[in-house]
């Protein structure tokens, strides 16, 4: 079963403009990761947030963190067409397993 | 400095056939993680290997083993494939189990 899950499923936004993205899970996590991937290729890492962390920033990306809510948002700014493709947010499974559980991602269509 | 590796990139095979996946980690990493990631879904955790042992599982049946060589590299079979095994198969490395996880492009099988 899948923890976590990404809202919206599908986003279409004009270049220039911000891209928002949710990601919600069930349980206590250590870590939260957000995941791009191109066209059914490969995952590239973007970003790692420490559950003791609130929002951390990486370039135009920002990730805020509410554990609390147990939720999650990735923030693209100034978005380009290059940024078209999937997005996924990752946790680490409840109790010390240190394997990665995928939502199903939110697919980000940047128009030009 | 190459990054992940996987060969091959794709593969068609038919139904009870045996496959036999590879994977090259990222050098000066120690830690080999695979994924399944069907169309539409997020990847879901196989199994993961460190120090050529199996150091977790996810919910996959004994169909599919694994195996680490002394060159950290890594393989993934799986026996009498079934169709709903076509998916995109991924590998992740790492250094030591549980640090941020480089995908490689992944191998798309396909069961006829």
């Known amino acids: 079963s899948q923890q976590g899950e990404e809202d919206p499923q599908a986003l279409s936004i004009q270049e220039g403009e911000n891209a928002t993205m949710n990601c919600s899970y069930k349980t206590s996590i250590n870590n939260l990761q957000w995941y791009r991937q191109n066209s059914g290729r490969g995952l590239v890492h973007l970003i790692l947030i420490r559950s003791n962390e609130r929002e951390k920033h990486s370039g135009r990306l920002r990730v805020t963190l509410d554990t609390s809510k147990k939720s999650s948002s990735l923030l693209i700014t100034a978005s380009r067409a290059a940024d078209t493709a999937s997005y996924f947010c990752?946790?680490?499974?409840?109790?010390?397993?240190?394997?990665?559980?995928f939502g199903k991602g939110t697919k980000l269509t940047v128009i030009p | 400095d190459a990054g992940v590796t996987q060969s091959p990139t794709h593969l068609i095979k038919t139904r009870g056939q045996q496959v036999t996946l590879r994977c090259s980690p990222k050098?000066?990493?120690?830690?080999v993680s695979w994924y399944q990631q069907a169309l539409g879904q997020g990847p879901q955790f196989i199994f993961q290997y460190y120090e050529e042992e199996e150091r977790q599982r996810g919910n996959f049946p004994d169909r599919f083993s694994g195996h680490q060589f002394p060159n950290y590299s890594s393989e993934l079979n799986v026996n009498a494939l079934l169709l709903g095994d076509s998916a995109l198969y991924l590998c992740?490395?790492?250094?030591?189990?549980?640090?941020?996880?480089?995908f490689g492009p992944g191998t798309r099988l396909l069961v006829l």
């Open positions: 050098s000066g990493h120690d830690t």
């Open positions: 990752a946790t680490d499974d409840q109790g010390g397993s240190e394997k990665l559980v």
């Open positions: 992740a490395s790492s250094f030591r189990i549980w640090r941020t996880q480089y």
